[in-house]
């Protein structure tokens, strides 16, 4: 098993990082977030990983931190959830905003993430509300309101991710508005960075 790696970046893709550890050169896919916060070529670099082992291949996942690692690998264990799946999940938001969204059933937000449907975004509710809720060591954000679901589609509609849309919503002063004005306040909130 290998459990980390520490080695220098020798080159990244969409979503994978290539880590040279001793001369030797280890493709790990990573999530977005992963991938935004490496520093350039040549750094060194420290992930915490999780061996995937199949009939006719050998996949390294990596994560920045271990409660990521225990999020991704307790996700594994909910039935049709791949790694390829779990790894869009962590890249769709950041690992405590998951771990809130599972635990606080939020399967509206779920289903934002590109793969999952309804079914499957209430299976991981059913399957790891308790264990997330009581495993996760990070305190947890507030997952957004139901009502700013609608919010979050339409910004995922004009082409920003899951989690873009997410700090958006997040950042939208209380109060009752319609959605024609939360969308345009929370495009006011990427024009504002």
Known sequence: MIASLTGKLESSGDNFVIINVNGVGFQVFVPTSVLSDLLGINTEVKLYTHLQVREDNLSLYGFAASEELWLFETMLGVTGIGPKLALALL???????????????????????????????????????????????????????????????????????????????????????????????????????
Do not use: H
């Open 91 to 193: 890249s769709a938001m950041p690992a405590d905003q998951l771990a809130a969204t599972i635990a606080t059933g939020n399967a509206d937000l779920l289903t934002t993430v590109p793969g999952i449907g309804k079914k499957t975004a209430g299976r991981i509710i059913l399957e790891l509300k308790d264990k997330v809720g009581a495993g996760w060591t990070i305190t947890p954000t507030t997952p957004p309101a139901p009502e700013n679901a609608d919010v979050l589609a339409a910004l995922i509609g004009l082409g920003y991710s899951a989690a873009e849309a997410s700090r958006a919503v997040f950042a939208l002063p209380a109060g009752k508005q319609t959605l024609e004005e939360k969308v345009r306040l929370a495009l006011q909130f990427f024009g504002g960075k």
